[in-house]
């Protein structure tokens, strides 16, 4: 699929130029509060449902849905969901959130955090270490916990979609007073 793109300076020009623009930002919450744009509202990839988005957004679907992540990875993985469920526009703001601070853009800081993907790098290393010991000291067939890690993060890599992450995501660390964000008209929250 197809994805359009849009750079953090030309998104920031388009922001202060006064023209209207709907910005999500599909990371899980601790990491929205840890660092965002100040005009984006936090809709995690988890929790993204497309088809009530799309029911959401009402006359306004024509309107570019702009979509931020951490690297652009996830903010793909959540315009071609969008896409599959029928949203005509949507971009992809390329290189996320470490983009738009390269580029010196302003953000408002919050509470430091242990990023999604370090904690699934973190997870995984413990569950091939547990596999391997189980393995040496229980049973040899307990080497299969980490087969099973390793085969999951092959599939991860290929995919680029990883589930481990997806229930990290998840956890009550990763959702500090969440309470569902969902967009119910074209109103734009103010910068």
Known sequence: MNVATITPRELAAKHQAGEPVDLIDVRTPA??????????????????????????????????????????????????????AGFRNVVNVEGGILAWEQSGLPVVRGRKVMSLERQVRIAAGLLILLGCALGYF??????????????????????????????????????????TQCPTNCAVPPA
């Not at 509202?41 to 992540?69: H, I, K, T, W």
């Not at 049973?139 to 229930?167: E, N, W």
Request: proline share 8%.
């Open 138 to 179: 229980v049973h040899p067939a307990s080497i299969g916990l980490a087969a099973f890690v390793g085969v999951g993060l092959v599939y991860a890599g290929i995919t680029d979609s990883c589930a481990m992450g997806m229930l990290l995501a998840r956890m009550p660390w990763n959702n500090p007073g969440r309470q």
């Open 31 to 84: 990491e929205f509060q840890e660092v965002h744009c100040p005009f984006a509202r936090n809709v995690p990839l988890s929790e993204l449902d497309p088809r009530a988005f799309l029911g959401a957004q009402g006359p306004c679907g024509d309107r570019p849905l702009y979509v931020m992540c951490r690297s652009g990875g996830r903010g793909r993985q959540a315009c071609e969901k969008l896409m599959a």
